[in-house]
T-cell receptor, first 115, second 114 residues
Framework: EAGVAQSPRYKIIEKRQSVAFWCNPI?????LYWYQQILGQGPKLLIQFQNNGVVDDSQLPKDRFSAERLKGVDSTLKIQPAKLEDSAVYLC?????????????FGQGTRLTVV | AQSVSQHNHHVILSEAASLELGCNYSYGGTVNLFWYVQYPGQHLQLLLK??????LVKGIKGFEAEFIKSKFSFNLRKPSVQWSDTAEYFC????????????FGAGTRLFVKA
């Protein structure tokens, strides 16, 4: 089966500019996650969707970050305006929750550099 | 406090040495446990996972991990490392009662000297 698709793979922008990332999860996976991985750290969850609804966005910096999953399939994550400290890899993951045993499948990520 | 703790941030080993990377979590109840590896310039890859059953789990590339419930631990082991094992290793936890989010540790950067 096809994996989680993300684009672009790399993005370089200047601070105060805006940027958007796109994710297409594995077909049939109702749950989608966006993570931020800063260099030298583990991935940190930004937001979790169940279909087109937000389950958890407690760690999303809502003053500058936004995410949507309007049709319950693909999703976009936007940063506006970007700051230097937003430089990171942004990972998208998805899973299909059936019972207690589940795992998430990760995309290759988008590496953002803010200069 | 961090919910998933990895004890070593950096480990340097010579080839053929044995490896053990520590991981502890602070959640009670049912958990699903994972180890991911991230080779330089590449994306996260699943090494192994534990859901239930035999607490000793075998994964790819000769890695294994042991779930010790009483110690809230899930340490990763490999009897003999290779230069190609140089990578960053992440322990991760999913709690079914916690919305099935994957919570990662900070990672351990392993460097294997040839």
């Amino acid at each position: 089966e096809a994996g989680v698709a993300q684009s672009p793979r790399y993005k370089i922008i200047e601070k105060r500019q805006s940027v958007a990332f796109w994710c297409n999860p594995i077909s049939g996976h109702a749950t989608l996650y966006w993570y931020q991985q800063i260099l030298g750290q583990g991935p940190k969850l930004l937001i979790q969707f169940q279909n087109n609804g937000v389950v958890d966005d407690s760690q999303l910096p809502k003053d500058r970050f936004s995410a949507e999953r309007l049709k319950g399939v693909d999703s976009t994550l936007k940063i506006q305006p970007a700051k230097l400290e937003d430089s990171a890899v942004y990972l998208c993951a998805s899973n299909m929750i059936r019972g207690p045993n589940t795992e998430a499948f990760f995309g290759q990520g988008t590496r953002l550099t803010v200069v | 406090a961090q919910s998933v703790s990895q004890h070593n941030h950096h480990v340097i080993l010579s080839e053929a040495a044995s490896l053990e990377l520590g991981c502890n979590y602070s959640y009670g109840g049912t958990v699903n446990l994972f180890w991911y590896v991230q080779y330089p310039g590449q994306h996260l890859q699943l090494l192994l996972k534990y859901f239930s059953g035999d607490p000793l789990v075998k994964g790819i590339k000769g890695f294994e991990a042991e779930f010790i419930k009483s110690k809230f631990s899930f340490n990763l082991r490999k009897p003999s490392v290779q230069w190609s094992d140089t990578a960053e290793y992440f322990c991760a936890v999913i709690r079914p009662s916690g919305g099935f989010k994957t919570i990662f540790g900070a990672g351990t950067r392993l460097f294997v000297k040839a």
